[in-house]
């Protein structure tokens, strides 16, 4: 056998707990904004407050909705996931 083509097991990973980093890298960047409050960031970048709120609270979110919030902190997704992920 060609151990060359072997798949290295992997972990599965935890949707949860990704969740959970989503949302804390989600309210780092804003804090490092410069805001304190996450429903200023989100009124003023037009994405709806209860809806950020849980994105960073670690919700489930749509890919859409994420992209809409790394396209607010002015990032790339590159960059966005570079960091923590």
């Known amino acids: 056998m060609d151990s060359s083509k072997q798949k290295t097991p992997t972990t599965p990973l935890d949707p949860d707990e990704q969740l959970a980093k989503l949302g804390a890298r989600i309210k780092e960047l804003r804090i490092k904004a410069g805001y304190s409050n996450y429903e200023v960031f989100a009124y003023e970048h037009n994405i709806p407050r209860a809806q950020y709120g849980r994105y960073e609270?670690?919700?489930?979110?749509?890919?859409?909705?994420?992209?809409?919030?790394?396209?607010?902190?002015?990032?790339?997704?590159?960059?966005?996931?570079?960091?923590?992920?």
């Open 57 to 85: 609270q670690g919700k489930d979110l749509r890919f859409s909705s994420l992209v809409k919030v790394v396209s607010a902190f002015g990032m790339t997704m590159e960059e966005f996931f570079g960091e923590g992920f």
